[in-house]
């Protein structure tokens, strides 16, 4: 990016009407940089003509100290990279480790973590939307969906005691029992979520502003999204039928039936209409999810004492934000290696300079609520 | 010296210390109506600590803002950047000098008075454009650039609207467009609705207001031209802000809500209409009494009480003109006093929608307003103006009834409206040809 644009009003170019170029320095603290993302934006006027991401304000060395830390210890840990998709991040973890050892969770333990998982896509695309809106001015969805996440937050609660940072499961499976009324707090939450769905499209899919600010805004085309590596929402709003859900089913999704929306433009707009849409999906997947839970042990054949055999292993599930990978080396000791976690929020944050030429300022706060990061990901 | 020489000096002054003294408290309790406001529309409760409900909230913002340091940037203008904020809540407050407050209360009826305000709230513009060029930011740089470019813009739509009652009314004083309205019974919103909505939608974009706030676009300039501001400085530009909030709902009032006019003022049927100031006052007053029992602490307990009997006396002396023999002295001050409610309520109700509208709209991109502004709303005034003055010729020259020319104008109006709207959809995407591809048609999600 260094060629594109050197920061610090050094190469200040001059503009057609003989006016100077600004350079706006967009965060860390920003009201819509969701966190510490800075962005130096190069400007002709409102214009953007160049723009470069500085992370790393909350790099904490998440990958050094998985290595020394047992697998199970470090688990925890990477709850605190995407936090608004704690569980999300668990499941990857666990399925990844239990991959390096070649066990497998039993199917019961598989048919909850599928719940959970989904419970917390839902809640993450909640934030989002919440967000996202308020980044484009709309004040009030962001309460009715922490409503809803609210209710989510309960079930986790319930569940395992934690509401953000869960470590809701185990390696080989899970620790906890499902409690008693796990089926009917999903059942009741999925049976009045359809409605509240509805609610927040009523509030801006067809309203005018909210149109005129997200159609043809951000447009992400499907061969750049490729090339770039986008996952996840971004990259099916592009019209690419990706989900790894579908793809290479992991946990109890080759179970389920359901279906992946798909954009057409991969603008902001599709981005919106393919989460909505998502979050629809999510939730019949939880009901169908409930309908039969299989009995039988929730922890599969793992000891006290975790060693895998040397070798390596790379994995990934389809997180909320996109394709979130691990790669774990091990070298036979109660410690692993090496571990590279492929974040999707920063490989999508990749994608934010090509996207953002050429719009105004108020547009590249729309298009960083579109690309739903989060920078306890991005910086790991 | 005649006392009754002296009189009509006195008077105005007095009013203006009044509303002087009063406006930054009201200006407060706006903000916590908005706040309460906002709260429910979002499933929550709003400030709840200060007093009961909130009710001290205001006040104790006062004080943190008075008590905050004043921070002035080392690379500021010091004396614009000082300078600043005066103008703009000075600016603010002479406006509603000439604004009638019930047909007494009034600072100043000014011959030229709705030409005087609309000059004077355009001065506002040059406190927030100094304040951020003074501030040496970008981000307030760029708030005070659009609020230069926005402001003109709807500044034109806002007078073509203002003209349109001036026509109506025949005078541009404010006092005469009330008395105007209160005549013929018939509040201009119903002869001249576009209008108002015209005026309407421009004074949102005037004040500031989301879906019009590109000045300050929490999400985009972080706080705009006030960025750099905080402390009393900044609460001065909120005080403008919402002073100005005030100064528009009562021209809209004034021009098209019938002033201090009372809905069906000139229908005897509705008399027991009259009524209903107290009686809403009584309610206000039973709710506080009946929420006091439930404060959790003594003070608050008070308070609540003490909020209440403030509401009971408001309603006495409302009910006093109507409970009085018709001709005694005190049933003169009715016009006085009921004018000053209905008036007050009518401002109250047009902020209201100011805050509604805030709460449900994403706001619109710098570019889309402006647009907004010269393609749509400059034109459809333009049309409003001109129809309104067929339908003045129409009645006055040709002698067709009101009922025939006004609705048919108003007609007319719609369709150039509707005309307007139509060919403006033409143009949204002014980035697409850069950006690339085919994103024209409709996109729906293949589920």
Sequence with gaps: MADRYSGGGVNVETTVLGADEIILNMGPQHPSTHGVLRVKLRL????????????????????????????QQFAPYVDRMDYVAAVSNGLGYCETVEKLMQVEAPPRARVIRTILTELQRIASHLFWLGTHAL????????????????????????????????????????????????????ERFCKGFDKRVDEYESLLTENRIWVGRTKGIGILTAEAAIAMGVTGPVLRAS??????????????????????????????????????????????????????????????KVGKVLKPPPGEVYHSIEAPKGELGYYIVSDGTTQPYRVR??????????????????????????????LDIVLGEVDR | MNLNAIIPYILPVLFALVIVALLPLVAGYIVLVERKVMADMQVRLGPMRVGPHGLLQPIADAV???????????????????????????????ALAALPIGPFFQIADLNIGLLYILGISSLGIFGIVLGGWASNSHYSLMGALRSAAQLVSYETSAGM?????????????????VQEQSDTGWWFIFVAPVGFFIYLVASIAETNRAPFDMPEAESELVAGYMTEYSGFRWALYFLAEYTNMVVVASIATTLFLGGWMRPFGNTRAFNFLDYLPPLLMFLVAGYCFRRTPKQPVQVQKMFMAAVGLLCIVVALVLIMPLAVPRDSYLATSKPGIHGAFWFLFKVAAYIYVFMWLRFTFPRYRFDQLMRLGWQFLVPLSIVNVMMIGLALALHRQF???????????????????????????????????????????????HA
Excluded at chain 1, 161 to 174: E, N, P, Q, V, Y
Excluded at chain 1, 268 to 294: A, F, H, W
Excluded at chain 2, 64 to 93: N, Q, R
Aim: with cysteine; glycine share 10%; aromatic share 8%.
């Design chain 2, 161 to 177: 609207a203002v003209v349109g009652a001036l026509l109506l009314a025949g005078t541009l004083s404010t006092r005469g467009i």
């Design chain 1, 341 to 370: 976690i492929r974040p999707p929020s920063l490989i999508n944050l990749e994608a934010l300079d090509q996207m953002i030429r050429g719009h105004l300022v108020a547009d590249v706060v729309a298009i960083i609520g579109t």
């Design chain 2, 399 to 445: 002698g067709w009834p009101n009922w025939i020319s006004f609705p048919l104008c108003i007609v007319l109006t719609l369709v150039a409206g509707g005309f307007l709207l139509a060919t403006g959809e033409k143009h949204e995407h002014p980035f697409v040809g850069e950006v690339g591809e085919g994103q024209e048609e409709e996109t729906p999600v």
């Design chain 2, 64 to 94: 943190k803002l008075l008590l905050k340091e004043d921070i002035i940037p080392e690379s500021a203008d010091k004396l614009v950047f000082w300078g600043a904020p005066l103008i703009s809540v000075t600016a603010a407050m002479l």
């Design chain 1, 239 to 300: 019209g690419v039928q990706w989900d790894i859900r579908k793809a290479m089913p992991y946990a109890a999704y080759d179970q389920y039936e359901f279906s992946i929306p798909t954009g057409k433009n991969g603008d902001t707009y599709d981005r919106y209409l393919v989460r909505m849409e998502e979050m629809r999906q999510s939730r019949k997947i939880c009901l169908q999810g409930i309908e039969n839970i299989p009995a039988g042990p929730i922890l599969g």
């Design chain 1, 44 to 71: 002709d006027g409102e214009k953007v003509v160049g723009s470069e991401c500085v992370i790393g304000y909350l790099h904490r060395g998440v990958e050094k100290i998985a290595e020394h830390r047992s697998y």
């Design chain 1, 135 to 186: 980044d484009i001015g709309a004040l009030t969805p962001l309460f009715y969906c922490l409503r809803e996440r609210e209710e989510i937050l309960k079930i986790f609660e319930k569940y395992c005691g934690a509401r953000l940072t869960t470590h809701a499961f185990r390696i080989g499976g899970l620790q906890y029992e499902a409690y008693d009324e796990l089926e009917k707090d999903v």
